[in-house]
């Protein structure tokens, strides 16, 4: 607690508690929200930094959240594998790549991104009810049921999910936002997975390309400087993310990617201001 203050360490702790609720809830793991307000409270902050820290959170929030959906019986592990594996090596390349660009210029990109997906998200139209597929010619099968029996049944390209993945690795881990905030629409748009089995499905991805991606800036030494401000931010993201699992189940699947299209516009046009003014 002498590292930051009673107050800086309670600030810390409610900030992690609202990322783990509202990550958790779309799927995204928490480090949409919580790396643009980082990059807010600590404008002067190496990129690198700061990226340590949200990794390290996203890989605790997701780590936490899937233990909520793993008892909900709502992660498909078998395509889940697959994308973590095939996202690894990207994200220990995207963790590396923390340190070539300026300040300003990562501002730009990561505010850039961010609001392209918002628009991409809020044109795009969403299906609550899980669709029925055939086995397909070329396509990967799923069926799941969930602890409230309510059955999912989706078809996807395999091949076409591992390559995005592997893209989503490096993007992910150089924003330092896990990758839930774009595995989750991709999945859900380019793969045509049910909204709540992407969610659930992604946070278990998460925790495998997000502990990668920390345990490289680890070993870069980047991460020790972020200690204490990791472990308040941990320690409310461990408590939020089972509530936003929970809320989950009360609310439609295309009520969540709204709510996530508007998330990713303010803060995505946020920092793309701060990064031209910088």
């Known amino acids: 607690m002498n590292?930051?203050?009673?107050l800086p360490a309670l600030g810390f702790l409610g900030l992690g508690l609202l990322t783990g609720a509202f990550g958790t809830l779309i799927g995204a793991g928490g480090g949409f929200v919580l790396m643009p307000v980082l990059l807010l409270i600590?404008?002067?902050?190496?990129?690198?930094?700061?990226?340590?820290?949200s990794l390290a959170v996203v890989f605790v929030n997701a780590a936490s959240g899937t233990q909520a959906?793993?008892?909900m019986h709502r992660?498909?592990?078998?395509?889940?594998?697959?994308?973590?594996?095939?996202?690894?090596?990207?994200?220990?390349?995207?963790?590396l790549s923390t340190t070539i660009f300026p300040r300003a210029v990562f501002d730009t990109i990561f505010g850039a991104i961010f609001t392209c997906g918002a628009v991409f998200i809020a044109l795009g139209r969403i299906e609550d009810r899980p669709k029925a597929f055939s086995k397909s010619h070329g396509l990967t099968w799923r069926r799941l049921v969930d602890s409230e029996g309510q059955a999912y049944e989706y078809a996807f390209s395999m091949p076409l999910g591992v390559t995005l993945a592997a893209f989503i690795g490096v993007l992910s881990s150089f924003l330092g936002i896990g990758g839930g905030i774009i595995h989750v629409p991709v999945m859900v748009y380019a793969l045509g997975f049910p909204v709540h089995v992407a969610t659930a499905t992604s946070h278990f991805v998460l925790a495998v390309?997000?502990?990668?991606?920390?345990?490289?800036?680890i070993a870069s030494g980047e991460f020790t400087a972020g200690v204490h401000r990791t472990l308040y931010?941990?320690?409310g993201v461990l408590a939020g993310a089972q509530i936003g699992a929970h809320l989950s189940n009360h609310m439609r699947g295309r009520v969540i990617m709204r709510g996530l299209a508007l998330a990713l516009a303010l803060l995505g046009l946020r920092i793309l201001y701060l990064g031209i003014t910088g």
């Open 42 to 53: 600590f404008p002067h902050e190496d990129p690198a930094l700061l990226t340590s820290i």
């Open 233 to 235: 931010l941990s320690l």
């Open 69 to 71: 959906y793993a008892a």
């Open 3 to 6: 590292a930051l203050g009673l």
């Open 75 to 95: 992660v498909d592990y078998k395509s889940g594998v697959a994308f973590a594996l095939a996202g690894i090596p990207g994200a220990v390349l995207g963790a």
């Open 209 to 217: 390309m997000a502990l990668a991606g920390t345990i490289t800036h």
